[in-house]
């Protein structure tokens, strides 16, 4: 007797839709409202289409107005997803997920998504906000605020006098300024190094150091924090070196 598929394995189709409600003022400019009207519905259709992509999922989609109210204005997007039966749950579930991200830190999370698609749901993004006229709001499915602001970004720096750093991948091309592999605080962590003289004395061989050398800097940490959530950021810099010294025996390696 023949085997019997599991219907997990067969292709499905279920409809996934969204709402999006734009209430503004009786006084709005409406070439300002149709602008960002614009934006936001190609913002979130290149963001759908971005995840959709990234899922290896097949769509078809249409745009509906349903309703245009003194005050408001309330249209759905309806799309037609085609998967198979085992990723029909996860699929309907990330969709709507995703799109909430996506209104509430459009810049954090479309960097996951390194996409052509992706990028253009960013730049409509920007755009929306730019066109948003004064005193609209926009909803999504009526519980989510659509809010595509940059989050506001202050940086602190500090300057670190005579740190001992460990080399663990310096840059040897003649000329290159790309960042060095150098290990702070037990973590290998990603350096400039902007003492030109020096550097240009080490890519020339003209400073004899190995793999595990221990240079003595000032070290400058900047650490940029973003308000909205919180989130620090460190870069590093080596100013100057000083010295440098060399690591145990058993360390030591030409570079």
């Not at 003022?25 to 409202?33: K, V, Y």
């Not at 989510?144 to 840059?171: A, N």
């Not at 030109?196 to 150091?209: G, R, S, V, Y």
Request: aromatic share 8%.
């Amino acid at each position: 007797m023949p085997k019997k598929l599991s219907p997990s394995l067969f292709e499905v189709s279920f409809q996934d839709s969204f709402k999006i409600t734009l209430r503004y003022e009786q006084e709005t400019d409406p070439a300002g409202l149709f602008l960002f009207l614009t934006h936001i519905i190609k913002a979130f259709d290149a963001h759908d289409k971005a995840v959709i992509e990234s899922l290896e999922l097949r769509v078809d989609s249409e745009l509906s107005i349903q309703s245009v109210e003194e005050g408001s204005i309330n249209f759905e997007f309806v799309r037609k997803i085609i998967c198979l039966g085992e990723n029909k749950e996860k699929v309907s579930r990330l969709m709507p997920e995703n799109r909430k991200k996506f209104s509430r830190n459009y810049l954090g999370y479309t960097n996951d998504f390194p996409s052509k698609k992706m990028g253009e749901a960013r730049s409509h993004a920007d755009k929306a906000e730019k066109e948003r006229p004064d005193g609209l709001e926009a909803r999504l499915d009526d519980d989510t605020e659509i809010r595509f602001l940059r989050p506001e970004e202050s940086e602190d720096e500090e300057i670190k006098d005579r740190v001992s750093l460990e080399i663990i991948k310096p840059v040897c091309e003649k000329g290159n300024t790309s960042k060095w592999c150098l290990k702070i605080d037990g973590s290998n962590t990603d350096v400039s190094i902007k003492d030109l003289d020096w550097l240009e004395k080490f890519q020339n061989n003209q400073l004899d150091i190995t793999l595990n050398s221990i240079p003595g800097c000032s070290l400058k940490v900047k650490l940029k924090t973003i308000t909205n959530n919180q989130t620090r950021k460190k870069k590093y810099e080596v100013v100057e070196v000083y010295d440098i010294k060399p690591p145990p025996p058993t360390q030591e390696k030409s570079v």
